[in-house]
């Protein structure tokens, strides 16, 4: 069974830039569906990005297309997030999670991570 760290979390400035990273320590990494969820005290987890077996397919939540990029090394075992032009609104602790199925969006992720606090001040 795969397990998940997370790490690349901090604070940024309005407009910054960070990127976070998933290492997975297990075997058969690779056909794990990956995805990031976030969220913010008091409010649900909000799913942000999610990518394929094999990183060919890609879905985003609507309010992060075009800032945010999910990626994945397979070699490595490690799934990123690269997130740009960042809003405080992005304020949030940031998860990675994992499943032999893919939920897209949905938090339906069997396996998660610990998370990654991201804070973006104004």
């Known amino acids: 069974q795969v397990q998940l760290v997370e790490s690349g979390g901090g604070s940024v400035q309005a407009g910054g830039s960070l990127r976070l990273s998933c290492v997975a320590s297990?075997?058969?990494?690779?056909?794990?569906?990956m995805a990031w969820f976030r969220q913010a005290p008091g409010e649900e987890r909000e799913g942000v990005a999610f990518?394929?077996?094999?990183?060919?397919?890609?879905y985003y939540a609507d309010s992060v297309k075009g800032r945010f990029t999910i990626s994945r090394d397979n070699a490595k075992n490690t799934l990123y997030l690269e997130m740009n032009s960042l809003k405080p609104e992005y304020t949030a602790m940031y998860y990675c999670?994992?499943?032999?199925?893919?939920?897209?969006?949905?938090?339906?992720?069997?396996?998660w991570g610990q998370g990654t606090q991201v804070t973006v001040s104004s």
């Open positions: 999670s994992a499943d032999l199925l893919g939920y897209l969006l949905y938090p339906r992720y069997k396996l």
């Open positions: 990518i394929s077996t094999g990183g060919g397919a890609t």
């Open positions: 297990g075997t058969d990494y690779s056909s794990y569906y």
